[in-house]
């Protein structure tokens, strides 16, 4: 019956079926490290406490290995495929970002799948190169906690010019709220203070999304960081 199952879920995958939930992804990765087993309730106790193929893919290995029916193999072919993931994302110094568009592109496929809200933030060069790109990984249903700690520590790495920040809004209004406004303020005037620009900060829906910049938000928050470090950035 497992091999019956397994055989149908490659030619849905090799079909591109629509349909295919990222239960069923999940467990079509385990079928390649679990043998002659039903692996569907692993792959749902993951959905259920990650919330996505991403969200599993990234957790760390000590936690995935807690997972009832988790062995090492899995736990490695799932690291194999978030190290692919990250490694193909890490070209992005040859991806430029010019103009709103570009950034919400790049963010709408860091968000894909996800069914709680998450922050991710862009790193650029003076010439708009993508440096860095981290999505940050909490896992709230209704709004994003920001580490200013863990956003600055990788602003001194790298030494961008500009920032762009984002999250999701699964519930799919892109209308900010007053939590949004006062994040964006603190983490524009902490890239400030380090000569960062926050160029703008996004929201994600399914099929639409809020710019802080295009909506002249942005504008109120660099004069408060001039006025407030006495400079322009």
Known sequence: MHEGHRERLYTRFLECDPTLTDVET??????????RMDVKPIAKELIDIYGSVR?????????????KGMGKKSVVLFKIFGK?????MNKETYYTISNIQDAAAFFRTMFVGLKTEKFAML?????GKVLDRT???QNLQTEVNINLSEIMLKVCELSPA?????HNHPSGSV??????????????ISLGIQNVRLQDHLIIGDNSFFSYRSE???DEIWTTINCAIGEPI
Not at 57 to 67: C, D, F, G, K, S
Not at 84 to 88: E, L
Not at 123 to 127: E, P, T, Y
Not at 175 to 188: G, H, V
């Open 55 to 67: 969200g599993v893919i990234e957790a760390p290995a000590a936690a995935l290995m807690h997972v």
């Open 216 to 218: 002249g938000r942005m």
């Open 162 to 166: 500009y920032a762009i920040i984002a």
């Open 84 to 88: 692919i993931m990250n490694d193909a």
């Open 175 to 188: 209308y900010p709220s007053e939590y949004d406004d006062i994040s964006t303020k603190k983490i524009a």
């Open 26 to 35: 999940v467990e079509l990765l385990l079928c390649y490290s679990i043998a």
């Open 135 to 137: 999505l940050y990984s």
């Open 123 to 127: 790193l650029l060069a003076k010439d």
